[in-house]
Nanobody, 116 residues
Framework: QVQLVESGGGLVQAGGSLRLSCAAS????????MGWYRQAPGKQRELVAT???????NYADSVKGRFTISRANAKNTVYLQMNSLESEDTAVYYC??????????WGQGTQVTVSS
C-alpha cells in the first residue's frame, strides 16, 4: 500500500558528493523511523543512518562526519547527503521506513558508485 521511491544515485569521483532522496506515497498512516542501508557486492546489508520523527539521527561509524540524514515529514521524504565519498561507499543504497511500530518498508535501491 505504501511505496518508497528512491532517487539520486549515480557515479561520482572520490571526494565528491551525492544526495539521495526517498519519498513515501500511498496509504500512509504513521511513519516513524526512516533510514538508509547499503549493500556492497559480497557484503551484508548494513545500516548507514537513521532518523526519528523528531529528527534524532544515528550514523554508522564509517560515515560519521561525512554523511547527513534529514527528513521532511510534510513530504514523507528522507534524504541522505553524502560528502567526501570514498570508494568504500560504493554500494546499493536502500531506503527503509518503519510504519507504526512493527512494519518495515524498503525502497527499490539506488546504485552509488565512487570511482578512484
Amino acid at each position: 500500500q505504501v511505496q518508497l521511491v528512491e532517487s539520486g544515485g549515480g557515479l561520482v569521483q572520490a571526494g565528491g558528493s551525492l544526495r539521495l532522496s526517498c519519498a513515501a506515497s500511498g496509504n500512509i498512516f504513521n511513519l516513524n523511523h526512516m533510514g538508509w542501508y547499503r549493500q556492497a557486492p559480497g557484503k551484508q546489508r548494513e545500516l548507514v543512518a537513521t532518523i526519528t520523527r523528531v529528527g534524532m539521527s544515528n550514523y554508522a561509524d564509517s560515515v560519521k562526519g561525512r554523511f547527513t540524514i534529514s527528513r521532511a515529514n510534510a513530504k514523507n521524504t528522507v534524504y541522505l547527503q553524502m560528502n567526501s565519498l570514498e570508494s568504500e561507499d560504493t554500494a546499493v543504497y536502500y531506503c527503509n521506513v518503519r510504519v507504526g511500530a512493527l512494519t518495515d518498508l524498503w525502497g527499490q535501491g539506488t546504485q552509488v558508485t565512487v570511482s578512484s
